[in-house]
């Protein structure tokens, strides 16, 4: 996410085509400056040059900007479960679905604040916003997972089978995000950590 943004007149509003982008750059910049705590939704809509109102047609609560291109990625995951070939079995199409979710990753595309945690303040904001992205993958794997091994959607085996491979998955982007400079892509940390899981369930399902 750029952090540079190009002069304009004072007040002047930003075309509404790129509010969204405009807002979330405006956000980086600020949460930089004087932290994420430090920081509210005026300050933001101010420094983008849109309206508090905008600002809420784009985002539901200031933390989802700590999220944005995790969950542009997350939208786009029930294609991907959708998209797995019909004969596979279960948990070879649950580690295709999640390494490809890890494509959508490299070394420069991570949200700003998980690698600027310290600087910006965020850590308990990004424990408390994560929870919910967590528990909502989960849903959708456990979903997947019964469907494709022809059991209820309340059975125990998908559900436990989710949590552990979405536990994996998320202790891999800790791990990658962790690294700094040093990081490399992310799709390999996230199949040496999700492959053993799915290998365990695999029998079962």
């Known amino acids: 996410m750029a ?10 509003g930003r075309p509404r085509s790129s509010s969204r982008g405009m807002i979330a750059e405006a956000a980086a910049e600020l949460f930089l400056e004087q932290t994420y705590t430090g920081t509210t939704v005026d300050d933001i809509a101010r420094r983008a040059g849109v309206s508090r109102a905008t600002f809420f047609n784009y985002f539901g609560a200031k933390s989802d900007l700590l999220w944005l291109e995790v969950d542009e990625a ?6 991907t479960l959708a998209a797995a070939a019909a004969d596979a079995a279960p948990m070879d199409a649950v580690l295709d679905a999640l390494t490809r979710l890890a494509d ?7 949200p700003l604040a998980v690698t600027q945690v310290e600087l910006m ?11 919910p992205r967590f528990l909502a993958l989960v849903r959708r794997l456990e979903a997947f997972i019964a469907r494709r091994a022809g059991l209820p959607s309340e059975a125990l085996l998908p559900r436990a089978a989710a949590t552990a491979v979405v536990g994996a998955a998320v202790s891999a982007a800790a791990a990658w ?3 700094g400079v040093r990081r490399g892509p992310l799709t390999p940390l996230v199949r040496a950590a999700v492959a053993p899981v799915c ?3 695999a029998p079962f399902l």
Not at 74 to 79: G, N, Q, R
Not at 104 to 110: I, K
């Open 3 to 12: 952090l540079a943004h190009s002069a304009r007149p004072a007040g002047a």
């Open 177 to 179: 995000a962790r690294a």
């Open 74 to 79: 997350l939208a786009a995951f029930d294609d």
């Open 121 to 131: 303040g965020t850590d308990a904001e990004l424990q408390a916003s994560a929870l």
């Open 104 to 110: 959508a990753f490299g070394p420069d595309r991570l």
């Open 199 to 201: 290998a365990g369930y």
